[in-house]
């Protein structure tokens, strides 16, 4: 099979399994991203096709996301969560359809401006890759330290680099010694399920417990929708009004120009921005909601591939969390020595399996979203439960630290779940902290205390 | 994992785990059975592809078929439990929008205004069916 069309596979199944997973509300995006990209990674799909699979399942996802966030007013993923003011009060009277729609056709436009854009970027970054490469190490406890004081911890975040590297350092060293060779994956996804890991862990804790018992089970509301549109394909152009329709191509490509800034961020600033200088509510919230959805598109693609391109190192914020794989997926993607997307792709095969991956993502997911988004919602609250897809997870971390390290792949990644997740849950070290932490930890280490 | 929990929880109890509400025993259940069968797809894998693949392919094949494991269990495990959310499916929502601007600390009367100096949404709102929501009846329409 040729490239082109394992590409276009990839892409296909990228676009449907992330238009159902997008309709899970909560579902985190560096977990869910990280081992399904591994996934197809290991199994030795082409870079072109891994790269396709990967835009078409940011897309798809985020096209989706906007559903739970629209109809029921629970963010669909973190990145979500900015969009909820606007959303609540759109439900509030009555138009959550409406909502949804100025959302996903925001969406769609954004990523569309963003890869272009975001690429010619990158290809002029790329002229200062060499000295990114060079320099990864401090660079990475750099983008520690700034991250963590934006972090929710902010000082903690700080004072727990070194300490933490220690750690990462140390288990390590353990694994490797036992293995003769270093772990990678396993640590990545221990750092990725944390979260989830810490809330399974208070659950088996009798004096901790009481923190996350409830009485009753979760209410969810959903509003009726009031009016159907006709037309299976409907034209983004046309959902939004032309001032709407520019003020989401110019925040895209404002964000697209933006790679180390936190996506979530970003969101919520140009949303502000646009919906500050609109007068009456009804227009406010929808122009918002599709600029900052149309963010949270562009800010995916761009912090994915200007790293990509111009350093072949993770040096964004998406990077070092759902784009993670594409960097550094060993065996097969290396950053150390420099062996990924980076070195494999020209900037012409970005632009042309990124859009493959974007325009099979929007055939599939943006109909989807138009059409079916609260059939799909019921279903999904009604029938799949939430205790099965926890299972899941747990059970494919499982098996990529197995397949990695064996068992002492399962045990180092949940001893680094269990300490990025309770950092990150009782301090606020956030997640992308403890990434950059350990992409920086071997330099800390050797440069601080020798090793 | 110890389950010291089992205790607590007498009759129906519920722990929150990343945002929604799950049952303790079910949540136990569901992760021992995907385990079980992610692993158990990727050993099987282990076994039966040497036979059969490439050499260099065993690995990928095999954990394939582990994820094949963890599929089956997803769809195992939806069978087996009942998810615990409640759904509240308004019959109708006539609620004034007036009051709801009331309460949201938003002046309606300015977004009359906004509206009808605004031909493009006034017509984007006709088109939805929505226009007479904002104007005609004071935001009450029928109860």
């Known amino acids: ?451 | 994992m110890t389950k010291g929990s089992m205790k607590a929880e007498e009759t129906e109890k519920f722990v929150e785990v990343i945002g929604d509400t799950v049952s303790g025993k079910h949540l136990i259940s569901t992760i021992m059975i995907s385990i079980a069968l992610s692993l158990a797809g990727f050993f099987i894998g282990k076994n039966i592809f040497p036979h059969i693949a490439p050499e260099e392919m065993v690995q990928s094949y095999s954990l394939l078929l582990g994820i094949a494991g963890s599929l089956l269990a997803l769809l195992l495990n939806t069978f087996l439990f009942k998810p615990k959310r409640t759904l509240n499916e308004v019959p109708s929502t006539s609620d004034e929008i007036g009051e709801v601007y009331k309460k949201l600390q938003f002046d309606i009367e300015e977004e009359r205004e906004s509206i009808l100096e605004d031909p493009v949404i006034r017509k984007e709102m006709k088109e939805q069916g929505i226009y007479d929501m904002f104007i005609k009846n004071e935001g009450d329409k029928r109860k």
Request: with cysteine; hydrophobic share 55%; aromatic share 10%.
């Open chain 1, 1 to 451: 099979m040729s490239v082109f069309v394992i590409a276009i596979l990839l892409a296909v199944l990228a676009g449907i399994i992330f238009t159902l997973i997008g309709l899970i509300s909560g579902s985190d995006e560096t977990a869910i991203l990280v081992p399904s990209t591994l996934i197809v990674v290991l199994l030795g799909a082409p870079p072109e096709a891994v790269f396709a699979f990967f835009m078409s399942a940011i897309l798809a996802k985020h096209l989706t996301h906007a559903i739970p966030t629209a109809l029921m007013g629970v963010p669909g993923d973190t990145l979500a969560a900015p969009m909820l003011e606007h959303a609540n009060f759109m439900r509030r009277i009555g138009l959550p359809h409406i909502a949804l729609r100025k959302m996903i056709s925001g969406g769609i436009i954004g990523a569309f401006i963003a890869l272009p854009v975001a690429l010619l970027f990158a290809v002029f970054l790329s002229q200062f890759g060499t000295f990114f490469q060079e320099n990864a190490g401090i660079i990475f406890t750099c983008a520690a330290i700034l991250i963590g004081y934006f972090s929710k911890g902010r000082w903690v975040s700080i004072l727990l680099i070194v300490p933490l590297a220690l750690v990462i350092q140390g288990l390590n060293l353990v694994s490797s010694t036992i293995l003769g060779s270093g772990l990678s994956i396993s640590f990545f996804l221990g750092i990725a399920i944390g979260p989830l890991l810490t809330d399974l862990l208070i659950a088996t804790s009798r004096s901790a417990r009481p923190l996350i018992e409830r009485t009753k089970p979760n209410e969810y509301k959903l509003a009726p929708e009031q009016k159907s549109w006709s037309g299976y394909f409907p034209n983004p152009f046309k959902v939004l009004t032309k001032k709407q329709a520019s003020a989401v191509g110019g925040t895209s490509f404002l964000s697209s120009l933006t790679f180390a800034l936190s996506p979530v961020g970003m969101t919520s600033l140009m949303g502000e921005l646009i919906g500050s200088r609109i007068k009456g509510q009804y227009k406010k919230s929808t122009t918002s909601l599709a600029t900052m959805n149309g963010v949270t598109e562009s800010t995916y693609v761009a912090e994915t591939i200007i790293p990509l391109v111009a350093f072949g190192i993770p040096l964004s914020p998406v990077a070092i969390g759902p784009a993670q794989a594409l960097f550094n997926a060993p065996p097969v993607f290396t950053t150390e020595p420099l062996h990924n997307l980076h070195t494999m792709m020209e900037p012409l095969d970005f632009l042309i399996y990124g859009l493959i991956g974007l325009v099979i993502a929007s055939v599939i997911a943006y109909p989807f979203s138009m059409n079916y988004a609260r059939k799909a919602t019921v279903f999904v609250l009604k029938r799949i439960n939430q205790e099965a897809i926890i299972g899941m997870f747990i059970g494919i971390v499982c098996l990529l630290a197995f397949y990695e390290g064996g068992l002492v792949g399962i045990t180092v990644t949940f001893a680094m779940a269990m300490v990025g997740g309770m950092l990150n849950r009782f301090l606020g070290v956030g997640v992308g902290v403890q990434f950059m932490i350990f992409y920086g930890s071997s330099w800390i280490i050797s440069t601080l205390i020798g090793l």
